[in-house]
């Protein structure tokens, strides 16, 4: 069964930084690109960013340029997000899907991120 | 960036009755491969969103054949042919032809 589970989320402060990771199961992980999805509270959904099966190819949205990175460990099964200089507007449930052909086919449970004083 | 952009944003459906989305970009989806990326999402109420249909017309693994989507270029329509009470939330149009990805604002759907 194919699985990815979200974790890393929590309260911090503007200005801060937080790492998420989410866990992949079930499928062969290194060969599937994958992607952050967020929705902020009462919102609508948010593409993030997106890394290839590699890594040779990663993209952002242009609201977190800058400031957030991706990265996967295929050794590990492992997706990552690191988000610095985090804003109020970061706020959020962030969700990790396998990518397929473009299409985003699993999705995680999500986390919460939640970026206040 | 394109604007995906559906509607209407709330339908109230009685179980058994069609139920009927539009979403239209601001570009064409058609990428140069010639396929066009254009996805359906539900987020039923307290769940994550989970895919029904890929390039415009494709039911995803498991989903009922009461959902069918259509449409080409900048216009589409995802239909429920009879909507059951599992159908209530939240759908969601993507595109993914082009950078960034998009979504619609989403549509909520509600049971009589």
């Known amino acids: 069964e194919v699985q990815v589970v979200e974790s890393g989320g929590g309260l911090v402060k503007p200005g801060g930084s937080l790492g998420l990771s989410c866990a992949a199961s079930?499928?062969?992980?290194?060969?599937?690109?994958m992607n952050w999805v967020r929705q902020a509270p009462g919102e609508g959904l948010e593409w993030v960013s997106s890394?290839?099966?590699?890594?040779?190819?990663?993209y952002y949205a242009d609201s977190v340029k800058g400031r957030f990175t991706i990265s996967r460990d295929n050794a590990k099964n492992s997706l990552y997000l690191q988000m610095n200089s985090l804003r109020a507007e970061d706020t959020a449930v962030y969700y990790c899907a396998r990518g397929t052909n473009g299409k985003f086919d699993y999705w995680g449970q999500g986390t919460l991120v939640t970026v206040s004083s | 960036d394109v604007v995906m952009t559906q509607s209407p944003l709330s339908l109230s459906v009685t179980p058994g009755q069609p139920a009927s989305i539009s979403c239209k970009s601001s570009q064409s989806l058609l990428h140069s491969d010639g396929k066009t990326y254009l996805y359906w999402y539900l987020q039923k109420p307290g769940q994550s969103p989970q895919l029904l249909i890929y390039e415009v017309f494709s039911r995803f693994s498991g989903v009922p054949d009461r959902f069918s989507g259509s449409g080409s270029g900048t216009d589409f329509t995802l239909k429920i042919s009879r909507v059951e009470a599992e159908d209530v939330g939240v759908y969601y149009c993507?595109?993914?032809?082009?950078?960034?990805?998009?979504f619609g604002q989403g549509t909520k759907l509600e049971i009589k």
């Open positions: 079930g499928f062969t992980f290194s060969s599937y690109s």
């Open positions: 890394i290839s099966s590699s890594s040779s190819y990663i």
């Open positions: 993507m595109q993914a032809t082009h950078l960034p990805r998009t």
